[in-house]
């Protein structure tokens, strides 16, 4: 379902656009604890399945 010629750099990306904006902009990565967290991590699947998905 996804064209990912280099894992490493996608696994980077997915990261920082997941936790890596989530710590950033809330000083937290953590879920659980802040709810302001989840919509960040959910968009950042969102932009990186997009960006990876085949055509």
Do not use: H
Not at 7 to 35: C, I, K, M, Y
């Amino acid at each position: 379902m996804l064209d990912i010629p280099d894992p490493r750099l996608a696994a980077d990306q997915f990261l920082a656009l997941t936790f890596g904006v989530a710590l950033n902009r809330f000083g937290s990565a953590n879920a659980a604890q802040d709810p302001r967290v989840q919509p960040v991590i959910v968009e950042g699947v969102r932009t990186f399945l997009r960006a990876y998905r085949t055509a």
